[in-house]
């Protein structure tokens, strides 16, 4: 009990990419919860839903139709939260009340006509359709010379917001850079201007040599559970080559991105056998900014918020909110566990 | 529609004390909604459970047994975050994989023996016991030498991760300063080195001018929607007087905090007739730091997750969790819908 131990006793780890800390608490998994139960995800839904606005041929909320499409599909969403048509302006009293307004796009990309079938439960050549999009889309976001920031996500499940269930996600591009990337690029100018080579480059060598993190690799993508993770099962894809964004993805890395996607979602579903919820999202350069961010690597962050099972989830409220972001279970404990489930999903062992 | 206004024009706000930035969209709090609906709260609890481990007389997880209690009540927390006797000691491996190790004390503090009196349901001198039990927790936690910081919180109702549903709030003391104490105490520290006062008071004269923004004042105290609020009815009391903590106020000061305490939750409870669910804490000076902190204002910060009724809540999701957090009210706009709700609660309204 008298040395230090990263396995079994409260410390702090920091976030290299955004230079904040973690508060692990390894020891804490064992108490007691008399508090909130999630009802477990619907196990099947049917194909196609008549009130869906998601689905095939029905009517969305600015009256216009869906096509009858069969692939992906991507269109701007009814309901976003920026526009394109806002007027510039600013508020500033004394430093004190400051605003600014922001002008931007949100674009809703539908993964497959289908309502039931989520990332895990499609084909790899479905996915890669599904990257193929995001890139279409990214490039013609960035052609709008306002935008300086595109953000690719997906919130899956009810229990992460998720306003419709139709397997879908989101672009939202930005007049300005968001917090959390102008923190990340900070901090990967800072090592690639000391070291010459990127901040996830030198991580991901420490990563595969210790091989503790890792849940899945294939030629060209590494997913693993970081060092700094916060969710209990919070996990990162980093692409093995350093690169600025998804527009220099080659075709076999495109696959290969599809290809990780679907072996990191069917352990996640695997792990308590249900569909498991998460917020998803790449992170990339900054577009139109005048640099050309040589500091940038790309990767993808997931952030799930189960814990326990299908129904207890972590919750990060009072002292996370307030003071800092506090986990339970180890990294290490949460990346082993999904090494080494099923590489297949559990509905086709089941059938 | 052609010049920027904050009512109805995505804008992003600058939050004083942390330096950052929140996105709000005002137009969008129309959007359709097929996600999660909570289940609302249950109407009447028990003032006694048998297996509630917070109940007076009941056994807890230690094997101790709680004293036949008749006010507010502190302990140890059974299943702390924090321990005294982690071992000292760091990981760095070449700034990449970098972690320390981390004392501390965690306390739960039972707000009263009876398992169904909340704050908002209490009488101001109830509330005034639970504000000196809060006062003598945090000199006998500053005593400690090796505590830097002492994070008093609640989190109340199930959908904020409340553990157990006897009203409590817990005391989690550290060695090191949390994240958000850090941020706050460098905002604090620029703008009282450059003015002469402190930063919260020249915003407080701001919103006394303004009133729009203002949900409750009495002699010692103002509630009030931030003007950077992150969620839809998030809320802070700040003290009129400059002061560090809460071994500063007054008697005077303490019966006005639970008066305002009162007022507020009560507002809180009445907006959508529901046991209204929050994260709330106090913010006040790191301790045994070496400083004084003069620039430091004591205040308390209150994040509420609800956004349109007792069973739909906002979502910190995808986009918030990636880039930047988002809202789709205006502070304005929830100040006002609070400010206008009777003083008197629902329930004894309806007796
Ligand atoms: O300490 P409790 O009530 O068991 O737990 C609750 O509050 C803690 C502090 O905010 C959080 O870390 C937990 O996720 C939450 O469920
Ligand atoms: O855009 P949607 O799916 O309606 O809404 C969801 O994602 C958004 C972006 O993360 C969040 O702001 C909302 O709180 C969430 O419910």
Redesign the interface.
């Known amino acids: 009990?008298?040395?230090?131990?990263?396995t079994s006793?409260?410390?702090?780890?920091?976030n290299?990419l955004t230079g904040?800390?973690v508060?692990?608490?390894p020891?804490?998994s064992?108490?007691?919860?008399?508090?909130?139960v999630e009802a477990p995800a619907q196990v099947q839904r049917p194909s196609y839903v008549e009130d869906?606005?998601l689905c095939p041929t029905n009517t969305r909320?600015d009256g216009s139709k869906n096509e009858a499409y069969t692939g992906p599909v991507a269109f701007t969403n009814?309901?976003?939260?920026?526009?394109s048509d806002?007027?510039?302006?600013?508020?500033d009293?004394?430093?004190?009340?400051?605003?600014?307004?922001?002008?931007?796009l949100c674009r809703v990309i539908c993964f497959s006509p289908r309502h039931d079938l989520t990332l895990p439960e499609m084909e790899v050549p479905a996915i890669r359709q599904v990257v193929d999009l995001w890139v279409k889309e990214y490039e013609a976001l960035k052609a709008v010379d306002y935008i300086k920031?595109i953000?690719i996500?997906?919130?899956k499940g009810?229990?992460?917001?998720?306003?419709?269930?139709h397997p879908h996600g989101?672009i939202?591009a930005?007049e300005?850079i968001?917090?959390?990337?102008e923190k990340e690029t900070r901090q990967q100018k800072l090592y690639f201007e000391k070291h010459g080579k990127s901040?996830l480059s030198?991580?991901l060598d420490?990563e595969v040599k210790a091989q503790v993190r890792i849940i899945a690799e294939n030629a060209h993508f590494v997913a693993l559970v970081p060092?700094w993770a916060v969710w209990p099962y919070e996990a990162m894809i980093i692409s093995r080559r350093h690169v600025q964004s998804v527009l220099q993805f080659n075709e076999d890395e495109k696959t290969g991105l599809a290809d990780i996607l679907q072996q990191l979602t069917i352990r996640y579903d695997n792990l308590f056998e249900t569909s498991f919820p998460y917020?998803?999202?790449m992170?990339q350069a900054p577009v139109n900014d005048g640099s050309e961010h040589p500091e940038w690597h790309w990767h993808m962050?997931f952030?799930p918020p189960l814990l326990r099972s299908a129904t207890v989830k972590?919750?990060?409220?009072?002292?996370e909110?307030?003071?800092?972001?506090?986990r339970?279970i180890t990294p290490e404990f949460a990346a082993e566990k999904l090494r080494t489930l099923p590489a297949v999903h559990y509905k086709s062992r089941q059938l």
């Open positions: 009990e008298n040395t230090f131990d990263l006793h409260p410390h702090t780890r920091l290299i904040e800390w508060l692990v608490s020891h804490r064992k108490r007691p919860w008399q508090g909130k869906c606005y909320a009814d309901f976003s939260a920026l526009l806002t007027p510039s302006g600013d508020v009293d004394d430093g004190l009340l400051v605003a600014q307004s922001q002008r931007g920031y953000q996500f997906e919130n009810d229990i992460m917001g998720c306003s419709n269930p989101q939202w930005s300005n968001p917090m959390e990337l901040l030198a991580y420490k060092f917020s998803a999202g992170h962050h952030y972590k919750f990060m409220v009072g002292y909110m307030l003071a800092n972001p506090q339970d």
